[in-house]
C-alpha cells in the first residue's frame, strides 16, 4: 500500500514502502558489523551499537530532544549579548508525554503501539503550551461536536504510511492523514521545501528528521500543524 500523496513518490520511498513488513522487532547481528533491525515495519541495518527501537509509543515516552533556543525577555523579545551583538541561547529538552497523552485520547493509542507502519509528526509539551488544555478539555468534554474537532486535529499529526525525511526535503504537495481522506471530506496537510529554511509541514519546521520506531517513522516539529484548506 502506498500512501496517499497528491504528488508523485520518489523511487526510493515507494521501494521502502513497498517493503514494508510487520514482523516482530529483530535484533540480528548481520555480515559488516550491522543489526538488522524492524524499522517502520521494514527491516533495516543499523549500527552494531545500536539498541532497535521499540513502537512508537514507547520511542516518545522516552525521547528527551535536547535543542538550544533564543533566550527572550520580559517582553517576548530576543535577548541580544552585549558583547556580541548575537542572540543569547537558553538549553532545554523537549518531552512527549503531553502529546501522547492527546493521542491517546483521540484513538491514536493502539496505532502507536500497534503493528501498523506510519508516520508521526509529534509536538513537545512546551511547544503544544495552551493548546494541550484546550484540547484535553474538548477530548474529554462528553460534547460530541468539540469531541471530534479536537480528534480531528491531533489526527492531523498521523500519516497511514512511513514518509521519511528525504520525501518532505525533495518536494512538494500534500498528504492526506489519519483525521480523513477525501472519500470522507477530510483534509490535508501540505508540505514543501524552502531553501532558506528547509522542509515546512502543514505550516511547521521540522525540528528532528527520521526518529525510528518498529513501527513508524516520527518527526518532531515545532508546534500543530494547520489543515491544507
Not at 529538552?93 to 501522547?100: E, M, N, S
Request: charged share 20%; hydrophobic share 45%; with cysteine.
Amino acid at each position: 500500500m502506498l500512501p496517499r500523496l497528491l504528488s508523485a513518490a520518489r523511487p526510493a520511498v515507494v521501494l521502502a514502502l513497498a517493503l514494508a513488513a510487520t514482523a516482530a522487532t529483530a535484533q540480528t547481528p548481520v555480515p559488516g558489523g550491522g543489526r538488522d533491525c524492524i524499522v517502520a515495519g521494514a527491516a533495516r541495518v543499523m549500527s552494531v551499537e545500536a539498541t532497535c527501537p521499540g513502537n512508537a509509543f514507547a520511542v516518545l515516552s522516552s525521547l528527551r530532544h535536547e535543542r538550544q533556543v533564543p533566550r527572550l525577555d520580559a517582553r517576548g523579545l530576543v535577548m541580544l549579548d552585549p558583547q556580541t551583538g548575537l542572540p543569547m541561547m537558553d538549553s532545554v529538552t523537549d518531552t512527549y508525554g503531553r502529546f501522547l497523552e492527546l493521542a491517546e485520547l483521540a484513538g491514536a493509542g493502539p496505532l502507536l503501539q500497534g503493528d501498523e507502519p506510519h508516520t508521526v509528526l509529534a509536538v513537545s509539551d512546551r511547544a503544544l503550551g495552551d493548546s494541550y488544555d484546550d484540547l484535553k478539555a474538548a477530548l474529554t468534554s462528553g460534547d460530541a461536536a468539540r469531541t471530534l474537532a479536537a480528534q480531528q486535529v491531533v489526527l492531523h499529526h498521523f500519516f497511514d504510511e512511513p514518509v521519511w525525511a528525504e520525501y518532505f526535503s525533495s518536494s512538494s504537495g500534500k498528504i492526506w492523514t489519519k483525521a480523513g481522506t477525501w472519500r470522507d471530506g477530510g483534509t490535508p496537510i501540505a508540505f514543501n521545501y524552502a531553501s532558506s529554511s528547509g522542509p515546512v509541514i502543514g505550516g511547521r519546521h521540522p525540528l528532528r528528521h527520521d526518529v525510528p520506531a518498529s513501527n513508524a517513522v516520527i518527526h518532531l516539529v515545532d508546534g500543530l500543524l494547520a489543515d491544507s484548506k
